[in-house]
């Protein structure tokens, strides 16, 4: 019997959202450290303007945010927004993978795959690096992983799939343009992407990352925010094309079949 069952729906939802927060505050403090290549564990979080340690009190997600009104306890330094906005962001992602697919394993695989893609967003959009320490674990993460979702032959032709894909890319780029056009990062991020969730779902992901990608820098060019000299990340365009897919991945691919040969 599910335990689930004899717990009130909104009592879940509490509990999800807090797990969530949880999360995110550990996306944060990967935000903030791994581009120094610091350890994420050790020492604890301290203030980066007075550098005294931050009691757990104050260390609670989101919470110890509106408490403290944004700002240190001991020097008063303003704290910035940015900390709880991806600890809401990632509460909420986690609750809409909670209502879909319940307690499962689905949902514990998309409780590690969020904060990754958060972290990853965050950090290529502040430093234009996909850090090793992300993607490198997360392909051996997405094969174990997807040989549960998708079944080992079709995790490991997803890695070979995306990586290959991306490499070629590159290579190509570099060729023509005599520059790097694609960085090393996001050809693991695609790898790993690939290796979790099959060689189908990494081809839609591909499609939708480019148009979305295409779509932000055609607005860029009219709104004469970008050039065509500006270098956008990929990275943000590739979680967001990775969370359609976990989500809707098989509903939407069974619509650009049914799509393109007139079924119903």
Do not use: H
């Not at 958060?118 to 690096?129: A, G, R, S």
């Not at 990608?213 to 094309?241: E, H, N």
């Amino acid at each position: 019997m599910n335990i689930l069952i004899t717990v009130p729906f909104s009592l879940q939802v509490v509990a999800v959202l807090f797990l969530g927060m949880i999360l995110g505050s550990f996306a944060n403090v990967c935000i903030y450290r791994l581009p120094k290549n610091e350890s994420v564990i050790l020492p604890r979080s301290r203030c980066p303007s007075c550098n005294t340690q931050i009691i757990m009190w104050d260390n609670i997600p989101v919470f110890s945010y509106l408490l403290l009104k944004g700002k240190c306890r001991q020097c008063a330094a303003p704290i910035t927004i940015l900390y709880p906005i991806i600890e809401i962001v990632t509460a909420f992602f986690i609750l809409f993978g909670f209502i879909k697919f319940s307690a499962s394993w689905e949902f514990l695989i998309f409780c590690i795959v969020v904060p990754a893609l958060i972290i990853i967003t965050v950090v290529d959009i502040k430093y234009e690096i996909i850090p090793d320490i992300i993607t490198l674990p997360g392909i051996v993460f997405g094969v174990l992983a997807g040989s549960y979702l998708v079944g080992l032959k079709a995790s490991v032709i997803g890695l070979l799939v995306g990586g290959g894909t991306f490499l070629i890319v590159s290579e190509i780029y570099y060729r023509v343009r005599g520059s790097v056009g694609m960085g090393g990062g996001d050809i693991k991020f695609i790898a790993a992407i690939g290796a979790l969730l099959g060689w189908q779902q990494v081809i839609l992901i591909i499609f939708l990352s480019a148009f979305m990608g295409s779509v932000f820098g055609l607005a860029g060019l009219v709104g004469k925010k970008l050039s065509t000299l500006t270098k956008v990340p990929f990275g943000p365009f590739l979680a967001g094309g990775t969370l359609a897919a976990y989500f809707s991945g098989e509903r939407i691919i069974q619509l650009y079949i049914m799509m393109i040969t007139g079924g119903y």
